[in-house]
């Protein structure tokens, strides 16, 4: 009975006063991030374009020699590599030991800064990873290099960035399932919706977690009504249609309204009969089935959709000046010209997924992400230069999405950026263009950015030691590491293991397993 009246939402609140039991642990407090947000490239990207921790003889050793990619400026020189910050490409004065985030600057930026540029003139400008410059974002990031997926194989790959542990099926609870839970316990009474999966996403795998952990999985804001059992033409006459009234309690005694509908009503009165009539640990189970049930009140599933229905998305940062106003914040230079996602990619995934974190309706969020038009980057045939051009493309739509949220009061003095800890990632990276493919290679990188993380810092490197100049890509060059359990950190390259373990950390969460152990990348945290 209980099952039948109540949709996917309401039993996630009824989970929330203790009807699903399962491992509680200390959440996040002080100024961490409440609340993880990852963001998945799909397929296989070279992000070393975007953020280039090589030095000069590496740059002109491995990158190509800088040429046009669809009417766009593509691969860069040693002179093109500033730092993010302005600060030309000198090291870090207060630490050495870290690098700053640096960027090809393939822009006029005299011409973006003023808003006079128009890329679509055919000048040798794209605006592709200004929003980084534009918004300030190297105070907000970490970027760490040279990370081992343990695998080149696109599942494996993917397994590997979201549990910690390579392989053809999870050893290890997804990372969003992990933080879903552990969260659970202090924000059971406003996130009734633990873990969400949005559009393409890679849906993450609770294991053995308890049920907080599994994910909702929608594409747009009208899936969340079918989630929330909000379809009128399946769901019971009168779901929604709620009476406060006066209600008894388990055993006759009128208790402090409720707001219930006709089938809830019904259903409290069954149980109501029940009472008294079995043995004491039946009757004690029906009265707690009771009680949990007219717990739900009035914060109920239809609550949930009118606060995120309630919010706007994008709504702080304008549209970027070369965008003209009909189109979305997410459209991009491509070909001396500008395309738009249409609202059919960028707008409605980011939008949906910053309505969800203002209406602070979830602790856990996977976003999946394409390149413009819906580019997949495991791109064998097409190449080096396009992966150049969308890699850049994407990040800049990122670098947008991210200045929204910095933008974003979300009370106390901070931001939704500093309330979220952000991961972006692929499976793997690409074979280096010195080798003439575009294969898969699993050595990579991972950014960090929002709460918690030291800002403007590249951590690790691509090792080319060894690897001939026609080597088909790197190995991670070592960092420093702090092993669980120990006191001492050791020297050796990333793993995917270690970004979970950071990252996890960063949300106060320290005690979970990683098949193979684990440890925290040092630096990446502040």
Not at 122 to 145: C, D, F, I, K
Not at 197 to 209: F, I, K, Y
Not at 323 to 338: C, D, K, L
Request: hydrophobic share 40%; glycine share 12%.
């Amino acid at each position: 009975m209980l099952m039948a009246s109540l949709g996917a939402g309401q039993l996630a609140l009824l989970s929330s006063m203790g009807w699903r039991g399962g491992k509680r642990a200390h959440a996040a407090s002080g100024d961490r991030p409440t609340r993880l947000l990852t963001l998945w490239v799909d397929g296989g990207w070279m992000p070393a374009y975007a953020f280039c921790p090589l030095g000069r003889q590496d740059i002109l050793d491995r990158i190509p020699a800088p040429s046009r990619s669809s009417g766009e400026p593509a691969f860069f020189t040693p002179e093109q590599i500033r730092n993010l910050d302005g600060s030309g490409d000198a090291p870090d004065p207060l630490d050495p030991a870290f690098q700053r985030l640096r960027v090809p600057h393939l822009w006029d930026e005299a011409a973006l800064s003023s808003g006079a540029a128009d890329p679509r003139t055919g000048q040798n400008t794209a605006p592709h990873m200004w929003a980084y410059r534009q918004y300030g974002l190297h105070e907000n990031l970490s970027v760490v290099h040279g990370v081992d997926m343990g695998t080149a194989s696109h599942e494996g790959g993917l397994i590997s960035a979201m549990c910690g542990a390579a392989g053809a099926s999870y050893r290890a609870p997804s990372i969003h399932s992990v933080v879903a839970q552990r969260l659970y316990e202090t924000y059971f009474d406003t996130r009734p919706v633990p873990a969400v999966a949005l559009g393409n996403a890679p849906v993450p795998v609770p294991l053995d977690l308890a049920p907080e952990g599994s994910p909702t999985v929608l594409s747009t804001a009208d899936a969340l009504r079918f989630a929330m059992s909000e379809r009128p033409d399946l769901a019971w006459e009168g779901l929604r249609s709620r009476v406060v009234e006066d209600v008894p309690d388990y055993h006759g005694v009128v208790a402090s309204p409720i707001g219930v509908n006709a089938m809830e009503r019904h259903n409290l009165d069954r149980l109501r009969a029940i009472a008294a009539n079995s043995n004491a640990p039946t009757d004690a189970f029906m009265q707690s089935m009771f009680e949990m049930f007219s717990g739900v009140s009035n914060q109920l599933a239809q609550d949930v959709i009118t606060a995120v229905e309630s919010q706007a998305g994008w709504e702080h940062l304008p549209k970027p000046f070369w965008i003209p106003q009909s189109w979305t914040p997410y459209g991009m230079m491509h070909g001396n010209g500008i395309s738009s996602d249409s609202g059919g990619g960028y707008q409605t995934i980011f939008d949906l997924a910053l309505k969800l974190m203002k209406a602070d309706v979830t602790s856990s969020i996977s976003v999946g992400l394409r390149g413009l038009g819906g580019f997949r980057f495991d791109n064998h045939g097409d190449g080096h230069a396009a992966q150049f051009l969308y890699n850049r493309s994407l990040l800049d739509g990122i670098g947008r999405f991210l200045g929204e949220m910095k933008a974003t009061p979300a009370g106390d003095g901070r931001s939704m950026l500093d309330d979220t800890l952000v991961l972006v990632f692929s499976e793997f990276a690409r074979t280096w263009p010195t080798s003439n493919t575009c294969d898969h290679w699993p050595i990579t990188s991972t950014i960090f950015a929002g709460g918690g993380v030291a800002p403007n810092r590249m951590i690790g490197n691509y090792d080319f030691t060894g690897i001939p100049m026609g080597g088909v890509g790197p190995n991670g060059a070592a960092v420093s590491i702090l092993e669980e359990g120990e006191s001492e950190p050791i020297t050796r390259p990333p793993k995917s293991a270690d970004v979970i373990r950071t990252a996890l950390e960063g949300l106060g969460i320290e005690d979970h397993f990683i098949p193979g152990g684990a440890g925290t990348i040092q630096g990446v945290l502040s």
